[in-house]
């Protein structure tokens, strides 16, 4: 489904716009909300090629199930597993989804204290959540089910825990997916509990997705990414008074040029770690017992970024800009 370059970080560029797919430059692949998609009655596409040439030139589109807003607002789901995979399929329909996610439980634990369920029941949920979408897709789409895994949990024992579980459940998440999600985790970009997360998750030969990036997350666990997400621009952009020339709007939370020049730092921050590949990582010399006993040799994919733990976000690089 994704057709990148295995050794660079494939990334997928947040918006609340979905006119972007129509809008943005070619080769910027992007990340949407079913939020933001369900409004729309005619969804927009990017090339208005005849059928047979719109996979080769299509635009790269990944979905968010909106779960993070949903559990915040009503502390469980309001749109059903059934909703959520129909909506999907008319998605795939017109846009050819990369993947989507699943109507995940978030294990922060302000989130646990919202819905007054514990890690492994957020866990559960999350597993029978993926297992059911998978199993509904079939009555809504002949194509190739779109619902990405996404491992859930707090400490690096609790995603381990959730990797088992699926196990439990049948799911080879290793063997059998092209790419799978670690949840709550955009909340803690900085920390260095995040890097040995990734670092434990990638030594299980899992090609991971990491949900919200910014690029003190980037330089401290990219490498070990195949894809990433992340609209952090669009939270710097509510700060910063209109600099694009435009007259249109007063500030850049939601504009194309000030989100191309931050993709534009995500890519720089990619290549020049990708350019330290094979060089040991530093984090490394902290090994952790769970660690240890998960280590593996990495793939090649999962190579794309170094860690640079201790520079600056991409907010104080904007600013500096
Ligand atoms: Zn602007």
Known sequence: MICDDARNLHFYLGTHRANWIATAPPGVSL???????????????????PVPT???????????????????????FVTTPEEYVAALARYDEVIELDWAAPQDWMCEPWMLAKTGLTVAEHQRRTVENFLLLTELWPQVSDAECPVMPVIQGWTVDDYLACVALYEEYGVRLAEDYELVGVGSVCRRQGSAEIG??????????????????????????GRYLVTADSMAWSYAGRRTPTQCGSTRHKSEANCQVFALNWRNHVEAVAAEAKREIGQPDQLDLFPTPARAAHQRASRPAKQAAAAHPGQDDQLDLFAAA
């Open 31 to 49: 990340f949407l909300s079913h939020r933001v998609l369900r409004k729309y009655k005619t969804l927009p596409t990017f090339y208005d090629w």
């Open 54 to 76: 719109r996979r080769a030139r299509r635009r790269h589109v990944a979905i968010d199930s909106g779960a993070f807003t949903e559990l915040s607002l009503h502390h469980q």
């Open 196 to 221: 040995d997360i990734f670092r434990t998750l990638a030594g299980l030969d899992l090609p991971l997705h990491g949900f919200g990036v910014k690029l003190a997350g980037l330089r401290r666990y």
